[in-house]
């Protein structure tokens, strides 16, 4: 709780610096993290498990806002819901990945060297 990240990522050719920070937390069922700072108006993800047959489910809740008003809106409709919603899905694609395999150890391991 109240931990906070700042990534930084190249989207649409810009690079891009987004700070988050976890505004709620159920261990182990949900937690939701908020930006802080970062080029959207605003956004909120939160992320839900659950327990089915023997596997862990996650579900995620994703409500952005874009800047810029209209333009913004216009923008999110032809480009960003279908290119976040994108972005997602491979990122939680890798995160199964390591999950469900040991690769996720190899990370343990190169941290505390």
């Given at each position: 709780?109240?931990?906070?990240?700042?990534?930084?990522?190249?989207?649409?050719?810009?690079?891009?610096?987004?700070?988050?920070?976890?505004?709620?937390?159920?261990?182990?069922?949900?937690?939701a993290d908020e930006m802080v700072k970062?080029?959207?108006?605003s956004f909120r993800h939160e992320h839900?498990?659950?327990?089915?047959?023997?596997?862990?489910?996650?579900?995620?809740?994703?409500?952005?806002?874009?800047?810029?008003?209209?333009?913004?809106?216009?923008?999110?409709?032809?480009?960003?819901?279908?290119?976040?919603?994108?972005?997602?899905?491979?990122?939680?694609?890798i995160i199964k990945e390591f999950a469900?395999?040991?690769?996720?150890?190899?990370?343990?391991?190169?941290?505390?060297?």
């Amino acid at each position: 709780m109240d931990e906070s990240v700042t990534w930084r990522a190249k989207h649409f050719g810009i690079y891009q610096n987004l700070t988050t920070k976890i505004t709620e937390f159920d261990k182990p069922n949900y937690f939701a993290d908020e930006m802080v700072k970062g080029a959207f108006a605003s956004f909120r993800h939160e992320h839900h498990f659950a327990q089915l047959n023997g596997e862990t489910i996650m579900t995620d809740y994703f409500d952005y806002k874009s800047p810029l008003g209209c333009i913004g809106r216009l923008f999110d409709k032809l480009v960003l819901k279908t290119y976040m919603t994108d972005l997602l899905c491979e990122r939680n694609r890798i995160i199964k990945e390591f999950a469900e395999s040991k690769q996720w150890e190899k990370l343990l391991i190169e941290k505390n060297e």
